[in-house]
């Protein structure tokens, strides 16, 4: 690879490392090409960016970004690939559901939300994690439910006081 080309990879990968809040690395060098694009289809329709990088590229664009990616520098061995997406649990539900039909797929590490997981231990926890609107609406659950008990519980009394005047109104005198 020319050095041209290998400076403008670095400044693509860079962009992508600047915009993106959730990065996943991972390693699936051990998969046929047929599993791959079964991966890749997966990863499209699930609005997740999959690239194969080489180690120090993504090294460079890392420190390029200007993001503290912590311990994931230490995982840059081997084979490496990317997973970038818009919501921090997706990529790891992906690769759960993933390894139903092949466990090739393995997470080396990622890091979502200025937090750095590392290791394949990792994957339930990183699919754990919440997205905003998930955040928000269990807030608003929880506010609207102090509120629902507190209507329900006028409505119900309001029923039995109606229920009691009736049956006192048609009681004989």
């Given at each position: ?15 992508d ?33 999959l ?32 997973m970038?997406?818009?919501q ?47 955040l ?9 439910s ?28």
């Amino acid at each position: 690879m020319r050095k041209e080309d290998k400076s403008q990879l670095i400044e693509t990968l860079t962009e992508d490392l600047k915009a993106a809040k959730y990065l996943y690395i991972t390693d699936i060098s051990d998969m046929t090409v047929e599993t791959t694009g079964k991966l890749r289809r997966l990863c499209f329709k699930r609005d997740v960016k999959l690239v194969v990088v080489k180690n120090t590229l993504l090294h460079k664009a890392m420190e390029k970004s200007g993001k503290d990616f912590g311990d994931l520098y230490d995982v840059l061995k081997g084979h490496t690939s990317i997973m970038i997406a818009e919501q921090g649990n997706i990529p790891a539900k992906l690769i759960k559901e993933f390894r139903k039909t092949s466990d090739k797929v393995k997470l080396k590490g990622a890091y979502v939300e200025e937090m750095t997981f590392v290791g394949e231990n990792q994957l339930d926890a990183l699919i754990a994690i919440k997205t905003k609107n998930e955040l928000i609406a269990d807030v608003i659950l929880m506010l609207n439910s102090p509120a629902r008990n507190v209507i329900s519980a006028l409505q119900s009394g309001g029923q039995k006081i109606s229920g009691v005047l009736k049956t006192l109104s048609e009681r004989p005198a």
